[in-house]
């Protein structure tokens, strides 16, 4: 494998300046100095190098159970519940974060980070029967829960360390086991309910849930897609065309900006499962890639559409920040790291095509990069107090790590050099004389150039 540099350009409508919105370095500073030194440090690593551990302390340090450092001791209930398991999805998310920090810098310590993290997974966490992929390791290392009875939403997230250093690499046999991953997770797929089912068997397999159409979109389907060719392409856009339709026809139908996290009993209420702006804001986002990825326009305008008036109701002028949700007399305007992540990636996105978008950004990243970061110990605060105080220390759990963070910086670095009118510089490790097309993460855009890196 050789170390390519490439630079790519994305398209952009012409004219658009945006005077207060953090440039492309500043992005690239928050991810070097901010984020990736909590996830360079030895305890992230994990042992062996690879299999890197679901909790760690504020400070990076090792969960120790035997002694546990205080926020992981006094944590709340269910995040103590579980202190001991090794979670998949979280090993996968931070593979992805590593992925996307030789991405950005070319650092070759990261590239076989996250290679060191796909063959972990590949290699322990695959059943070779069904494709099927564990969820965690209980302090016994014992692979759970059973093969029928693995949400769709955490095979989702397991496959996107798979597709993160496929992106990087085109390794055929890591796409090979990505894709057996995926025609599993696909037997999910309900033809008579026209939607994925939470598990193939067991108590919850009744259940429906919005992640369980959205996060095969989110974790690895709109990058992988476009990579693709021949049969297994026409295969994956298929798959995206039924899980957008899931989306559009059970979730986010009617006239509100808002989608239902769930459509169990009681899932219409403010408050229930998932029903908060960072859902709708992704899976109008998600919607929008897929269907320009599909080449269907209906439904991009109809995601448009959508995700402005969520933009719109979540934005808070006073501060510049985003709500986290809509409560029955009104909103919580307390922010989640990944909901206003979330929603930063939606507006950049529009923004591409629409200068309105940037009054959103020309708030909203400032108020990120002053209020979320944690400059003590890295990385970035879990939750915000409405006058955006931190409330919440902790950067590793069961649902919280690298992967948003990373992920809103390379979104902030491409879509802010894009509206600069220049082109991102992005590392990629290929094979020798490879001529696959490259392109700026989710967007389109056209290669500038490339070159050979030492190394």
Not at 307 to 312: C, D, I, N, R, S
Not at 345 to 352: F, P
Not at 375 to 388: D, T
């Amino acid at each position: 494998m050789q170390k390519f540099l490439a630079a790519l350009a994305l398209a952009v409508v012409p004219l658009l300046g945006h005077a207060g919105a953090p440039d492309g370095a500043a992005w690239l500073r928050h991810a070097t100095d901010d984020l990736l030194p909590y996830w360079r440090q030895p305890a992230a690593l994990g042992s062996p190098v690879g299999r890197f551990p679901t909790f760690r302390c504020i400070d990076g340090g090792a969960y120790d159970a035997a002694k546990p450092c205080t926020e992981l001791a006094r944590a709340p209930g269910w995040i103590r519940a579980e202190l001991g398991r090794e979670y998949v999805r979280m090993q996968s998310r931070q593979t992805f974060a590593y992925a996307v920090g030789f991405h950005l810098t070319g650092d070759p310590a990261l590239l076989a980070a996250a290679k060191a993290g796909s063959a972990d997974i590949r290699a322990r966490a695959l059943d070779p029967a069904t494709g099927s992929a564990a969820t965690y390791y209980d302090r016994d290392g014992g692979a759970q829960p059973p093969v029928g009875e693995r949400t769709a939403q955490d095979l989702a997230y397991a496959a996107l360390a798979m597709a993160a250093v496929y992106d990087l690499t085109r390794d055929l046999a890591t796409l090979d086991d990505l894709d057996r991953l995926h025609r599993h997770l696909m037997s999910h797929f309900d033809a008579d309910r026209g939607e994925m089912r939470w598990t193939l068997k067991g108590p919850e397999s009744g259940k429906r849930e919005l992640v369980a159409q959205l996060d095969p979109l989110n974790a690895y389907m709109v990058l992988v897609t476009p990579l693709l060719d021949g049969e297994r392409r026409q295969r994956w856009l298929a798959d995206m065309g039924r899980l957008v339709g899931a989306i559009r026809t059970h979730y986010c139908a009617g006239d509100q900006p808002r989608c239902r996290g769930t459509l169990d009993a009681g899932g219409a209420a403010p408050g229930a499962r998932h029903n908060d702006y960072g859902h709708s804001g992704k899976a109008y986002w998600m919607v929008l890639l897929a269907a320009r990825i599909r080449g269907d326009a209906e439904a991009a305008a109809w995601a448009e559409a959508k995700g402005h008036a969520v933009l719109a109701e979540a934005f808070q002028e006073d501060t510049g920040a985003w709500a986290s949700r809509w409560t029955a007399d009104g909103q919580d305007t307390s922010q989640q790291w990944w909901i206003s992540a979330e929603l930063d990636q939606l507006a950049s996105t529009l923004a591409l095509g629409d200068r309105r978008y940037l009054g959103y950004l020309e708030r909203t990243g400032p108020y990120w990069l002053t209020h979320f970061v944690d400059r003590e110990h890295g990385e970035v605060y879990g939750w915000l107090s409405p006058s955006g105080e931190p409330g919440d220390a902790l950067k590793q759990h069961q649902w919280k790590n690298g992967y948003h963070s990373l992920e809103h910086a390379l979104i902030g670095y491409l879509t802010a050099q894009a509206l600069a009118k220049q082109p991102a510089t992005l590392y990629y490790a290929l094979p020798k004389d490879t001529k696959a097309p490259l392109a700026p993460d989710v967007f389109p855009g056209r290669e500038r150039g490339r070159g050979v890196m030492g190394g």
